[in-house]
C-alpha cells in the first residue's frame, strides 16, 4: 500500500506546485506523478485530440498502459513486471508502471520506486493506493481493467511507446 511520504524533500516544491523527489537516486529532478497530465473529457471521446498531446501526457494518462507492455518486453530479464496501481476499493487500475521493487519506469522515465509512490499519493487527495502486480496479456488486462487495446487509438501507439522508450535511457544502477 502507498502511504503518504514522511521524508522531507531536500529541494522546495517547484514552481509548477510538483512534488520534489528525495535525492537518494542521484537523479535529483521531481517525478512528475501522471494524474498531472488527466484527460480532459474531449480528449477522453476523441482519441485524435488525445493522441496529439506530448508524447509524456499520452503516456502518462491514456496510453501508460501500451508504454508498460514495451518497456517491460525490453526489461523483464532484468526482472522487471508490470505493476498496477489503484485506490483501495476501486475494481480498476488507474497507472501502469514497470518495476523490479526499487525502480520504476513509467512516463516520467526511470524513478526509484519508493519516490514514484510517494509522490503519486501526495499528490492525489486520497492517498489510499495498491500495488497490484499484472501477469495477465495485453488484450487480458485492457478487458479487466477498462483500457484501450492499442488498436482502439487513433494511430498504433507501440511504435510511438517504443521510441519514447529509447528517447529515455536506464540510469546505469537499474539494471
Known amino acids: 500500500m502507498i ?5 522531507t524533500c531536500q529541494q522546495p516544491l517547484d514552481p509548477r506546485g510538483l512534488v520534489c523527489l528525495l535525492d537518494t537516486s542521484g537523479m535529483g529532478t521531481p517525478y512528475t506523478p501522471a494524474a498531472r497530465f488527466r484527460r480532459t473529457q474531449a480528449e477522453r471521446i476523441d482519441q485524435l ?3 496529439k ?23 523483464a530479464s532484468a526482472g522487471f513486471g508490470i505493476v498496477g496501481l489503484r ?5 480498476c487500475v488507474s497507472h501502469v508502471i514497470i518495476s523490479n521493487g526499487r525502480w520504476a519506469f513509467d512516463h516520467d522515465g526511470w524513478t526509484p520506486l519508493p519516490e514514484l509512490l510517494r509522490a ?3 499528490y492525489e487527495t486520497d492517498p489510499s493506493w495498491e500495488q497490484l502486480p499484472i501477469t495477465s496479456i495485453l488484450r487480458q488486462f485492457c478487458a479487466a481493467h477498462n483500457h484501450r487495446m492499442p488498436e482502439q487509438y487513433a494511430h498504433d501507439p ?18
Not at 485506490?87 to 475494481?91: D, Y
Open 158 to 175: 507501440l511504435p510511438r511507446a517504443r521510441k519514447y522508450l529509447q528517447q529515455r535511457p536506464r540510469p546505469p544502477e537499474v539494471v
Open 87 to 91: 485506490k483501495l476499493g476501486e475494481p
Open 120 to 122: 503519486t499519493a501526495e
Open 49 to 51: 485530440l488525445s493522441w
Open 53 to 75: 498531446r506530448s508524447d509524456q501526457a499520452f503516456f502518462a494518462a491514456g496510453a501508460c498502459h501500451v508504454l508498460a507492455w514495451v518497456a517491460v518486453e525490453r526489461y
Open 3 to 7: 502511504g503518504h511520504g514522511t521524508g
